[in-house]
């Protein structure tokens, strides 16, 4: 399919066009470059800017949540991270178990018997579609297991 740039006015159009879309990319990779870079350097204020530049990458707020909790050793200023992070992807055993680690230094048992259930049963899920995914070039099709 040919389109006609007969006109200057359209050649310009196309130009300002491609140039935004360049331009819009070019920042957003940036962007997510800078909030890797940042995410890999252990200090809060460029775990928090890491956290903001990605906001939906739920490492950045993990990596924020262990620092609080192993670094500044206040559990209660990482269950927000802990938490944002579980909801951001919460199919990740790791975010769970450090969520319900959090919960438990601070005695909520509640919370705590929550998140480690969470945890639990990721990793039972996970296990039982790994035993399932390895027995199917094998064992035919896949039938219930008690």
């Known amino acids: ?16 066009i491609a140039s935004v879309l360049a331009i819009a990319y070019v920042g957003r990779a940036a962007t997510l470059f800078a909030a890797t870079w940042l995410g890999s350097r252990m200090e809060l204020a460029s775990l928090e800017r890491a956290a903001r530049l990605d906001s939906g990458n739920a490492d950045y707020r993990n990596h924020l949540g262990r620092y609080y909790d192993l670094v ?8 927000g991270p802990f938490s944002a992070a ?4 919460p199919h990740s055993a790791r975010y769970w178990f450090d969520l319900a680690n959090a919960y438990q230094v601070l005695g ?9 259930t969470g945890s639990i049963l990721l990793m039972l899920i996970k296990s039982w579609v790994t035993r399932r995914i390895r027995a199917w070039p094998s064992a035919g099709p896949l039938k219930p297991t008690p």
């Open 86 to 89: 579980v909801q951001l992807n």
């Open 72 to 79: 500044v050793r206040d559990p209660a200023s990482a269950i």
């Open 108 to 116: 909520d048992t509640a919370n705590q018997t929550m998140a480690a």
């Open 1 to 16: 399919m040919n389109i006609p740039l007969n006109s200057p006015g359209r050649k310009w159009l196309v130009a300002i």
